[in-house]
């Protein structure tokens, strides 16, 4: 299993609708849960399956109408995988968060720029 070199957001969501469908979900429900377009989650899925953090396979229901469906599901080691990256992103974007509320070095209330009169 190859480690992933860039985590979008993008990749964040993918990666949550995996983490809680354990028995695999297709392509069009991730779409739909993530609200991401289908341009963005099958190259996710395809790159996801490509590093062996995802495995997929064909629907087989025979009791179902329409067109076969793929599933696609976190190997163990992709869920394992899949979790850290998902902690590691949030904790990236609270730290951001953090850094835009801290007031710039010497530009706090006191400053004579932003002193109330």
């Not at 779409?31 to 991401?36: A, D, I, Q, W, Y």
Request: proline share 8%; charged share 30%; aromatic share 4%.
């Amino acid at each position: 299993m190859q480690p992933l070199k860039r985590i979008t957001p993008a990749t964040v969501d993918v990666l949550e609708i995996l983490i809680l469908e354990a028995e695999g979900v297709w392509g069009l429900r991730i779409v739909s849960r993530t609200g991401r377009p289908a341009g963005t989650v099958y190259p996710i899925l395809e790159r996801l399956e490509s590093m062996e953090w995802v495995t997929s396979e064909w629907e087989v229901d025979p009791s179902r109408s329409g067109p076969r469906r793929r599933l696609y599901r976190l190997t163990p080691d992709g869920l394992a995988a899949a979790r850290a990256a998902v902690d590691e992103h949030a904790v990236r974007m609270q730290r951001r968060r953090a850094r835009r509320q801290e007031p710039e070095p010497g530009r706090g209330r006191d400053d004579a720029r932003g002193a109330i009169a």
